[in-house]
T-cell receptor, first 113, second 112 residues
Framework: AQKVTQAQTEISVVEKEDVTLDCVYE???????LFWYKQPPSGELVFLIR??????QNEISGRYSWNFQKSTSSFNFTITASQVVDSAVYFC??????????FGGGTRLMVKP | NAGVMQNPRHLVRRRGQEARLRCSPM?????VYWYRQLPEEGLKFMVY????????ESGMPKERFSAEFPKEGPSILRIQQVVRGDSAAYFC??????????FGQGTRLTVV
């Protein structure tokens, strides 16, 4: 069975601070994908990134970066110089082939001006 | 290229009525997924469909829920005889084969 744990239910930071959202997963699959999605207050789910289990290279996209460590089954997400517009619920998810995903419980990020 | 379109955005039904939720996938996407976001329970996979086929329905409740993705037209998630516990946000996602899924804006179902 697959399981994704986001231990931080809520994080509050002040604008321009860096913040890291933790994600730990459990799976018996040798090939799998990891995802992050953003759910802003408007409610939609916005795709941020997908990594496959064979690619442990860290990725950076603007102020966003992701750290995948297979040894600790973690796929953490860092926002550098946070902005108020980053306020949202962030979901980590894991899936095998396809998009039948197991989601974590989400982390609510509040960025205060 | 329009995104995944779900309608209605908000739906109110009385207990015992039927709810029909529609999802039009992105152009070129042949795979559709339905997820449910219940308060306090997070996002849960319900069903995975390709045109005219249900590929995996392991997350669907055994009774009252059904889904289809016909050859023509949108995918439909149907909930018969709704109960208060069905109140949730229902998300549809679509993808081409082997690619990440993009989600629609969701339908928020309220059962009164």
């Amino acid at each position: 069975a697959q399981k994704v744990t986001q231990a931080q239910t809520e994080i509050s930071v002040v604008e321009k601070e860096d913040v890291t959202l933790d994600c730990v997963y459990e799976t018996r699959d040798t090939t799998y994908y990891l995802f992050w999605y953003k759910q802003p207050p408007s409610g939609e789910l916005v795709f941020l990134i997908r990594r496959n289990s064979f690619d442990e290279q860290n990725e950076i996209s603007g102020r966003y970066s992701w750290n995948f460590q297979k040894s600790t089954s973690s796929f953490n997400f860092t926002i550098t110089a946070s902005q108020v517009v980053d306020s949202a619920v962030y979901f980590c998810a894991q899936g095998n082939a396809g998009n039948m995903l197991t989601f974590g419980g989400g982390t609510r990020l509040m960025v205060k001006p | 290229n329009a995104g995944v379109m779900q309608n209605p955005r908000h739906l109110v039904r009385r207990r015992g009525q039927e709810a029909r939720l529609r999802c039009s996938p992105m152009k070129g996407h042949s795979h559709v997924y339905w997820y449910r976001q219940l308060p306090e329970e997070g996002l849960k996979f319900m069903v995975y469909l390709q045109k005219e086929n249900i590929i995996d329905e392991s997350g669907m409740p055994k009774e009252r829920f059904s889904a289809e993705f016909p050859k023509e037209g949108p995918s439909i998630l149907r909930i018969q005889q709704v109960v208060r516990g069905d109140s949730a946000a229902y998300f549809c996602a679509s993808s081409p084969p082997g690619r990440p899924a993009f989600f629609g804006q969701g339908t928020r179902l309220t059962v009164v």
